[in-house]
């Protein structure tokens, strides 16, 4: 599945699991479930490190250390100020963060019954689908649609049975049921049926027993409801002169096409589909493949019946009914490429159609294995929960991940729409053409979809330099999670629907990309690309375990004379959570000595031994480094240093003692690196005096890596602070998208205490030096220099630059004065509309929110939204945040994501935290269906409680 918004910390991805907290049905205490505890042990790491951060610029205990000598001015500032703060006598900073551990309070868990065994069964498996599906749109008011269908599934018998069971779910029969022998060699009768709706499984019983090696044919037809609920075939809708237009859409991953007819719906259980959708005359159909013939019904309707599908899971299989049209291309190997939209919409989609003929014929060379269907569509739905989703030979896309207007539209957005395509294009051989086996092993799809990603986009725009922002983009940002002790391994094993949603998080994704692309470092390029070729080539049209995986590459290995032994080295890093730190020292005879040990943000924190690692947390790593003398950043698999499972390694080397040195060049390694004291203050002095001779990628990983060690304890706060003493020289996306995450962090942690003034000037020394109002009008930018321009614009605005608030408030006037005349360049526009609304009143915000309603154009619609959230009017907030529950008012697949974006304003937090438990069962009734979706409102919400007042919120409240 896609990607994640980057507006909403979308996909479902990058960014996802069920989230609930339950009254304690009359008992005393609170219940909560496991993903909300997790949260709460976020939010409890939270809390000490932000006191710590506390501490440290406050000084320890009561009293202050002077800031050491060579410290940074204004680092030092910051460090007076806190001194000042306990001189005036606030010294209950320093008494906060006692040293202690990381533990939740005890809490009476809520009784769960998860059931394990929702498999089928295997004695009867599925050959063809013979569906014909008929949505029922405009027939009555909306909440009452309904679609009808048939099925006849030709099925074969592997073991004698008495029974045939499969999947429904929300369906009601409408005949009854039949069951005959295709080969007509003896007579079969449906006897009964049964619903076990907890498995959701329809069990039917025949009157005498299958017979084993023959095929039969099963008949049903059902009726269900149609309704908006973003899953299975659901209802989509968008205004047209005032007029609500109707749409019939699919989104079945991960177990929902049961929702649309009765099935087999397992990821393993492939078959082949031949559909029918009938649809009114003056509406289009589109399923996998192209339509075969049509034929009138009669009364308006019409039949379109496909191409039957090659094998393939029952998630992957699409249709839409709707009024859309198109644009065509078609690919260098002669495959059909279209991409749909709404008719006011469509002149969006050429930016994407152009990309994704180039991606796909890309993929076919890089793979050698042509795509396998005649056709290719893409198709932009107004309402869509994740970010896209790969049905074969049918993606269809959130409006904000597929279109784009060159005058609208930021690079961010661009970026965006290539990398999603990518995504989806990439699942079309890993994920269609070989499936995991089971949910287990959806990295298999994520992961690899999230790096090949990177190398789809890296070959349309090789200057955006994809394979140096995936650095920060999926490494850093799953660090984040994987750190914890209530993160989980790659590969999990889940059974019910409830936790196979749950995985479609940043592990499965982030952290599937960042040990793929390890893996093709330390393997070498043509040997991973010789390998997946086997690995496809060897599991074409069938299910796969990582293991299989592993043996391709394995071989290929052998094969080129590396003998890697892949498996014993993977399963290191997919059996087992978190990762390593590496600590690098340059002994007295020029060695490098290196140690490995269990990286986690809170080595106090109690790991709840959900998930025990088979290896003690000891993991294989590719070590490389690059010195002072020897500067090198282009290293090869050839220069790799092996360390395994074991505590201590000698490298033989002849580092020099005056010598700086650098772990894990170009991050290649899903490990973080850290040093003495004095190793890191040789690798600082070279970013001030000459920044440029250490890689970008290896400056953001500096940078990461000080910050996150500090927050863990493993280095002192000085070290993390002086890494980012450099920044106003620095001119890189790279290392200022990796400064502002740690530095965001500080904000968040600091933004209602006395220190948040101090800090704010600290920013606004680093941000002043290298703005200028020019940034908000000018466009003279590369792609990668639109996006350092971007964040020092926004900082600048945040931190009250006054030439910032003033030029942003001056353009959005200027446009307030002429709305059909935008004169804010696309990709500054957020942190104008921002500024303008924040320094603004009323009618700035109503303006917006017109703006909003009137834009034809997905990716300005998300702009306003989060920036409607910026406004510092306490009643405007509050109104916004009842908008987010009208359909009317915000769409509700956006619903969650203006709920969180409130609650990221210092105003808007309380206003939503209470907002949320007044409206807890509606939220769960109305969001709690996309459970993802409905995870990153409760982490969102709580992602800057950090005080032993909100966690006893938490855990005290009755929702």
């Not at 689908?129 to 027939?139: A, F, G, I, M, S």
């Not at 393939?312 to 859309?324: E, H, M, N």
């Not at 850290?674 to 440029?692: A, C, F, R, V």
């Not at 400064?739 to 205490?753: A, H, I």
């Amino acid at each position: 599945m896609g990607k994640a918004e980057s507006f909403d910390f979308s996909d479902m991805a990058k960014y996802n699991s069920e989230a609930e907290l339950t009254p304690g049905s009359g008992k005393k205490g609170c219940f909560i479930s496991i993903f909300v505890g997790v949260l709460i042990l976020c939010l409890v790491v939270c809390l000490v490190i932000g006191v710590g951060l506390l501490v440290y610029f406050a000084g320890k205990g009561t009293t202050c250390s002077d800031a050491p000598a060579d410290t940074d001015s204004s680092t030092a500032g910051l460090i007076d100020k806190c001194k000042e703060v306990i001189d005036d006598g606030d010294t209950s900073i320093c008494n906060a963060c006692r040293k202690t551990t990381t533990t939740i309070p005890s809490t009476t868990p809520a009784p769960t019954s998860i059931l394990q065994d929702v498999r089928l069964p295997r004695s009867v498996l599925p050959e063809l689908y013979t569906v014909e599906l008929q949505p029922n749109l405009y027939d009555g008011p909306p909440e009452e649609f309904t679609f009808n269908g048939t099925v006849r599934i030709r099925v074969k018998c592997h073991q004698p049975t008495n029974n045939i069971t499969l999947h429904s779910n929300q369906l009601n029969l409408t005949e009854e049921i039949r069951v005959t022998s295709a080969d007509s060699s003896h007579s079969v009768h449906y006897r009964s049926h049964e619903f076990d709706t907890k498995r959701q499984f329809l069990i039917i019983f025949t009157n005498v027993p299958l017979q084993q090696g023959h095929y039969y044919d099963l008949d049903l037809a059902f009726i269900g409801p149609l309704k908006d609920d973003l899953h299975g075939l659901y209802l989509s809708s968008y205004q047209r002169n005032n007029k609500t237009i109707y749409a019939a859409v699919t989104q079945f991953q991960a177990t929902d096409l049961r929702k649309a007819f009765p099935c087999f719906d397992e990821p393993a259980i492939k078959a082949k589909f031949k559909v029918t959708l009938v649809r009114k005359s003056k509406m289009t159909s589109l399923s996998n493949m192209p339509i075969l013939n049509s034929k009138d019904r009669g009364n308006g309707w019409i039949a379109d019946s496909f191409n039957v599908t090659p094998p393939v899971s029952s998630y992957l299989l699409a249709f839409i009914i709707c009024d859309f049209d198109y644009k065509e291309n078609m690919t260098s190997n002669g495959i059909r490429y279209r991409a749909w939209a709404r008719p006011e919409a469509v002149s969006q989609t050429e930016y994407a159609l152009s990309v994704g003929t180039r991606i796909l014929s890309y993929f076919e060379d890089y793979f050698g294995i042509p795509f396998p269907l005649p056709k290719q569509d893409m198709i932009a739905v107004p309402d869509f929960a994740a970010g896209a989703m790969e049905n074969w030979g049918l993606i269809t896309y959130r409006e904000t991940a597929m279109l784009y207007d060159p005058q609208e539209s930021s690079e961010s957005n661009k970026q965006r729409v290539a990398v999603v395509v990518s995504h989806e294009l990439a699942h079309q051989w890993f994920g269609n053409l070989v499936t995991p086996s089971w949910w287990d092993d959806l990295w298999l799809n994520e992961g690899f979809a999230s790096f090949i990603e990177y190398m789809g986009v890296d070959h349309v725009h090789p200057d955006w330099k994809m394979f140096d922002q995936i650095v920060v983009e999926d490494i850093q940002d799953v660090f984040n999670f994987d750190g914890l002790v209530t993160s989980h391994p790659v590969y999990v094993p889940v059974y019910h629907p409830d936790q196979i949603s749950e995985i479609f998080d940043r592990i499965s994704y982030g952290k599937g990309s960042s040990i793929i692309r390890m893996m093709r470092f330390f393997l070498g390029e043509e040997t991973f690309r010789n390998g997946l070729k086997r690995y496809l080539n060897n599991l074409a049209y069938k299910a796969a375990f990582h293991d299989d995986l592993w043996f391709a590459l394995g071989n290929q290995s052998a094969i080129e004379n590396k003998n890697l032994n892949v498996k014993a080295i993977m399963d290191t890093w997919t059996l087992q959570m978190n990762y390593p730190v590496v600590n690098v020292t340059v002994m007295a005879d020029g060695d490098i000595q290196i140690t490995q040990k269990r990286y986690l943000r809170d080595y106090h924190a109690v790991d709840p031994l959900t998930y025990v690692s088979p290896f003690n947390y000891h993991w294989e790593i590719p070590f490389t480094y690059t010195t002072k003398s020897n500067t090198t950043f282009d290293l090869t698999d050839a220069d790799i240093h092996w360390m395994h499972k074991t505590d201590q390694e000698v490298i033989s080397g002849s580092v020099l003692q005056s010598d700086w040195i650098l772990g894990n060049v170009r991050q290649y390694g899903y490990y973080r690196v850290t040093y003495s004291d004095e190793n890191w203050n040789k690798l600082i002095n070279q970013l001030n005096e000459d920044h440029t001779v250490i890689h970008p990628t290896n400056r953001a990983q500096m940078i990461n890596d000080a910050w996150n060690l500090a927050k863990s304890g493993d280095v002192s706060m000085t070290i993390a602070l002086k890494t980012v003493n450099y920044l106003d020289k620095e001119k890189e996306f790279i290392p200022w998208k990796a400064s502002l995450g740690e530095l965001g962090y500080v904000d968040s942690m600091l933004e209602r205490t006395a220190l948040y003034g101090p800090f704010s000037r600290f920013m606004k020394h680093k941000v002043s030096g290298i703005f200028t109002p020019s940034a908000l009008s000018s466009s003279n930018f590369t792609h990668l220099e639109s996006y350092v321009n971007t964040l020092i614009a926004a900082e600048a605005c945040k931190y009250g630059i006054e030439s910032c608030v003033s030029e942003a408030s001056r353009l959005y006037k200027q446009w307030m004065s002429n709305p059909s005349n935008n004169p804010i360049r696309a990709s500054v526009r957020l942190t104008v509309y921002c500024s303008a609304i924040r320094h603004g009143g009323t009618e700035e915000w109503d303006f917006a929110y017109r703006m909003y309603k009137q834009s034809n154009v997905a990716s300005e619609q998300s702009r306003l939204m989060l920036a409607m959230s910026c406004s510092s009017k306490v009643w405007v907030l509050g109104r916004y945040l009842q908008y987010s529950i009208d359909p009317t008012k915000i769409r509700k697949q956006d619903a969650t994501n203006v709920i969180v974006y409130i609650s990221e304003n210092e105003i808007g937090r309380g206003l939503t935290w209470d907002f949320v438990r007044e409206n807890w069962e509606r939220l769960m009734r109305e969001q709690g269906s996309v459970l993802y979706k409905f995870a990153r409102l409760v982490s969102g919400i709580l992602t800057k409680f950090n005080t032993r007042f909100e966690l006893k919120q938490v855990f005290c409240t009755s929702i």
